[in-house]
């Protein structure tokens, strides 16, 4: 499906190209009968190829600087971003885990509540976490060495813990008590169709939730 | 977040606690493909190489995915079902941009 699209695709940029130039070289021949040199009308054939040009040139001067200057923040920073994020997950819980009195995510049916169950209902919550490029770098030297990527480890854990804590406060923001039948799915951002594409990972965290009769 | 969606229950444990389901109308299921515009798609891009949270596509996985459970809930609506039950989420990367997202569960009725 995706295949044709991008013939699709293709093919309707190049005839656009060639009719696009085609008919500039047409109005560039027609005019130089009459005017020997006219630099407006040399714009005006090329204008629109040069304007078809302009954002890809744009993007790649921005990428040039930009992408690099990213990388540096990335060596800098990007394990002193998620040990900060970590610290943060690790207060809102102990937050959380006071407002409910127990941690309220259980993998559990619910058929061990003695009491009765009054009201339930879905709770999700996402996260969406890339590795910065410098550490996917340290794992792909990991992993000529084998044995634990510890990076990839920590990105990862890292992730769940928020989306984890994000379920915790879903629930509470809905005023629920509990969260029965917890399920985390990890999705990977990156199509393989494209595996130069975004490396990041999704975590999608859902349950239900239930307010004890 | 509604947990009662025009008077349909959403869960993903197969039963609803104090209710005994008396009919099984099927598996209802939702889906969407949903896209951030491409500059949204560069900024990503960018915050990628520098690592972290990507909050576009956060947001975006967030909207499709209320997007898919309302259109699960239609279909069980449509079969007139007052509940779903034991609902599931696949997540599918279709191309760079975009991601497909589906919610499935059983169509119940309830009492």
Redesign the interface.
């Known amino acids: 499906m995706r295949s044709i699209d991008a013939k699709v695709g293709t093919i309707t940029a190049s005839v656009m190209m060639a009719v696009l130039m085609f008919s500039g070289f047409a109005l560039a021949q027609a005019e130089e009968v009459k005017s020997e040199d006219s630099p407006a009308i040399a714009l005006l054939c090329l204008g629109p190829i040069l304007l078809f040009s302009l954002p890809f040139v744009v993007f790649g001067i921005v990428w040039t600087i930009v992408g690099p200057i990213m990388f540096l923040y990335g060596v800098l920073f990007s394990e002193r971003n998620m040990r900060k994020r970590m610290d943060s997950v690790v207060l809102r819980e102990s937050a959380s885990i006071e407002h409910f009195g127990k941690d309220p995510l259980s993998t559990l049916k619910g058929t061990n509540i003695v009491g009765g169950i009054s009201d339930s209902g879905l709770v999700y919550a996402s996260f969406v976490y890339s590795p910065s490029h410098w550490q996917l770098l340290i794992a792909w030297i990991n992993q000529l060495f084998g044995g634990r990527v510890d990076v990839m480890h920590r990105v990862i854990s890292v992730g769940r813990a928020e989306a984890k804590q994000r379920l915790r406060e879903q629930a509470r923001a809905a005023g629920w008590q509990d969260v029965l039948n917890v399920r985390i799915d990890t999705a990977e951002m990156t199509p393989p169709s494209n595996p130069k594409g975004t490396k990041a990972v999704e975590i999608f965290a859902y349950g239900t939730g239930i307010k004890f009769g | 977040?509604q947990?009662?969606r025009d008077g349909i229950?959403?869960?993903?444990?197969?039963t609803?606690?104090?209710k005994v389901i008396t009919q099984n109308l099927g598996v209802v299921g939702g889906s969407t493909v949903r896209a951030k515009h491409i500059g949204k798609d560069?900024g990503?891009?960018?915050?990628?190489?520098?690592?972290?949270?990507?909050?576009a596509?956060?947001e975006l996985?967030?909207e499709s995915?209320n997007e898919a459970?309302a259109r699960m809930v239609a279909d069980a609506q449509a079969r007139g079902a007052n509940a779903i039950v034991n609902?599931?989420?696949a997540?599918?990367?279709?191309?760079?941009g975009a991601?497909e997202l589906f919610a499935y569960g059983t169509a119940v009725l309830v009492e």
């Open positions: 977040m947990h009662i229950m959403v869960v993903n444990t197969e609803i606690a104090g560069i990503a891009l960018f915050k990628n190489i520098g690592g972290g949270e990507l909050r596509y956060t996985l967030e995915r459970i609902v599931r989420f997540t599918s990367a279709v191309t760079a991601s």
